[in-house]
């Protein structure tokens, strides 16, 4: 049998700084790594004390549970660094099993040397820990939150480690060092918390153990979803992540979750604040009863905040909410206006819902494609698009993609080798700063545009020339 290997002074710190922080697994590994020294430590004063030995074997496990809660005082109390834990510690745990031994022998009215006098009626308060105990419906609920926070499918436990956890369950949570079930009671616990209809504990071939609701996997993608979108602020970020942190044992991590909050600033993925999200939510509302909203439109100023760019009021039925380029934008029809209007939605405020009964929307916008609006209306312009030609190479289609997804096609019109021409649909003024971005990845034909590039290249060479 291998010799059991103790912790380190330097692993000791970093298991202090980890269960300070909440960390159950880390509590768990310094009770176990502690355990053999407190029981030590019980049998010193037993002996020390003189009391007779089936009394000592009566309250071991009292003297064992008050030495963990001072390991556990201690832990809390200790700054890595200063002193050694266990000299340190030391100035809790003694003083306690002495207590816990001296409250035994009062009320067993029992003497050094062996002889028994009457129990004394008054204890006194010297601190003692809760004696209750609890029943049999409740000891099952703690050992299933128990095994929920200390086991899973890779972790599983025996029963006597099930005592364990559930020992080091009740002085974390309860303070409590109520004596852990007689072995007959005890499985009986365990058949009741695995014959619940709704019962998640497990038995498997290794051992016992908890069954999540997801599996790490599961939680993993669940994670990252939340914490990759746009449409949820911060606050309400950590809060889910939180939720369903809950659900797994202590053994899982992630790196999104620090054990308190999100690990990395959850805004700064796309920057939405609490502000765009609930001009979202309202807008979503509106489309969703086919409604119409009132609102300001802003533009920001060399303060960094947000001025309305007049005193109107705009009105919009809206039909869609769609993003480009990291920006969110509410498009839809005002009365009398054939043509499609579009809003960038964190540069509007004061948005209301004005009309909820449903309104006429036309056959040709129940088919709208919003993809194809948003390449067609470059940079959001509002301008009239047309067809425009252009010449790429014909490796080069990723980046026109990126731009113009599929609402572009391959002119039958030929050219050199190694190039072709494409035909696209979008903004004339537009297209020429991205022809300009792009230099001499693209050549635009059209010859309006053309001219418009030459001006505009004329502009620059003038202001950086």
């Not at 407190?38 to 074997?57: D, M, Q, R, T, W």
């Not at 001296?102 to 029992?110: L, S």
């Not at 040397?113 to 209750?132: F, N, S």
């Not at 970020?237 to 044992?249: E, F, M, Q, R, Y």
């Amino acid at each position: 049998m291998s010799k059991k290997e103790y912790l380190d002074e330097s692993e000791v710190d970093k298991l202090i700084k980890e269960a300070c922080k909440g960390d159950d697994i880390a509590f768990a590994q310094l009770i176990e790594n502690f355990s053999d020294y407190i029981y030590h430590l019980c049998n010193k004063h037993i002996e020390s004390s003189g009391v007779p030995a089936s009394f000592a074997a009566g309250i071991m496990d009292d003297l064992y549970v008050a030495g963990m809660m001072a390991v556990r005082d201690a832990i809390g109390n200790y700054n890595p660094g200063d002193v050694k834990f266990m000299t340190f510690a030391s100035y809790y745990i003694n003083p306690a099993i002495s207590r816990e031994l001296k409250f035994q022998k009062n009320i067993a009215g029992v003497k050094k040397d062996g002889k028994e006098e009457p129990m004394l009626l008054e204890v006194p308060d010297i601190g003692v820990p809760d004696k209750r105990g609890y029943n049999a419906r409740r000891g099952v609920l703690q050992l299933v939150d128990a095994l929920k926070k200390l086991t899973d499918e890779q972790h599983p436990v025996n029963k006597e480690d099930m005592k364990r956890i559930l020992r080091a369950y009740r002085i974390v949570k309860y303070s409590n060092s109520t004596k852990i079930e007689s072995r007959n009671t005890f499985s009986d616990m365990v058949d009741d918390a695995m014959s619940e209809d709704s019962s998640c504990i497990v038995k498997g071939d290794d051992g016992y153990y908890y069954d999540h609701l997801f599996a790490d996997e599961d939680l993993d993608q669940l994670l990252s979803i939340i914490y990759l979108t746009d449409l949820i602020d911060a606050d309400r970020k950590n809060d889910l992540v939180s939720k369903l942190i809950s659900t797994a044992s202590d053994f899982y991590k992630s790196p999104f979750w620090d054990g308190e909050k999100i690990r990395f600033n959850a805004d700064t993925v796309h920057g939405i604040s609490r502000d765009v999200a609930g001009n979202i939510n309202k807008i979503q509302d509106a489309i969703n009863v086919m409604g119409r909203i009132r609102f300001r439109f802003n533009r920001y100023n060399s303060k960094h905040k947000l001025e309305p760019t007049s005193g109107y009021i705009h009105e919009l039925s809206p039909v869609h909410l769609v993003e480009y380029h990291d920006n969110y934008y509410c498009l839809g029809l005002k009365e009398n206006d054939k043509r499609v209007w579009h809003y960038r939605v964190d540069l509007m405020s004061d948005i209301e819902i004005v009309c909820e009964e449903q309104r006429p929307v036309h056959a040709s916008n129940i088919l709208w494609n919003p993809r194809k609006y948003l390449s067609e209306h470059m940079n959001m312009a509002y301008d009239e698009p047309r067809a425009i030609q252009m010449k790429i190479k014909n490796t080069d289609y990723t980046f026109i993609h990126d731009w113009f997804g599929d609402n572009f096609k391959k002119s039958i019109e030929r050219c050199e080798e190694g190039y072709d021409i494409i035909i696209v649909k979008t903004s004339p003024s537009m297209i020429v700063h991205w022809a300009l971005q792009y230099g001499p990845m693209v050549e635009i034909l059209d010859s309006e545009v053309r001219k418009s590039i030459c001006e505009e290249m004329k502009k620059l060479e003038k202001l950086y020339g």
